[in-house]
């Protein structure tokens, strides 16, 4: 069983950066698509980036330009560097992954391994 957790998330003011993880156990070499995905409050679960395993990467339009992923297959880590971080991205953010080779990022319904969540806030 793969288990997912996520740390990095914070509290930082608008213009400022983060850097979250996600650190796949239990059977990680193969997550071969692994994402991010965030859920404000009172707003639906959305996809933000994903990275496939070798290396591959898709971005949401709100953040492409601002967010990157990444991920180190040796220590079984995926990243989400986040720069100009604007009110907008605070939300709870998750990891998520799945068996099968994306070279997308997919809706939230198709990823079947998910982590406890890293809240981000962003003031202004």
């Known amino acids: 069983q793969v288990q997912l957790v996520e740390s990095g998330g914070g509290s930082v003011q608008s213009g400022g950066s983060l850097r979250l993880s996600c650190t796949a156990s239990g059977d990680p070499n193969s997550m071969y698509s692994m994402a991010w995905f965030r859920q404000a409050p009172g707003k639906e679960r959305e996809g933000v980036a994903a990275?496939?395993?070798?290396?591959?990467?898709a971005y949401s339009d709100s953040v492409r330009g601002r967010f990157t992923v990444s991920r180190d297959n040796a220590k079984n880590t995926m990243y989400l560097q986040m720069n100009s971080l604007r009110p907008e991205d605070t939300a709870m953010y998750f990891c998520?992954?799945?068996?099968?080779?994306?070279?997308?990022?997919?809706?939230?319904?198709?990823?079947?391994?998910w982590g406890q969540g890293t809240q981000v806030t962003v003031s202004s």
């Open positions: 998520a992954a799945d068996r099968r080779y994306w070279f997308q990022l997919r809706p939230s319904t198709q990823y079947n391994y």
């Open positions: 990275v496939n395993r070798v290396g591959t990467t």
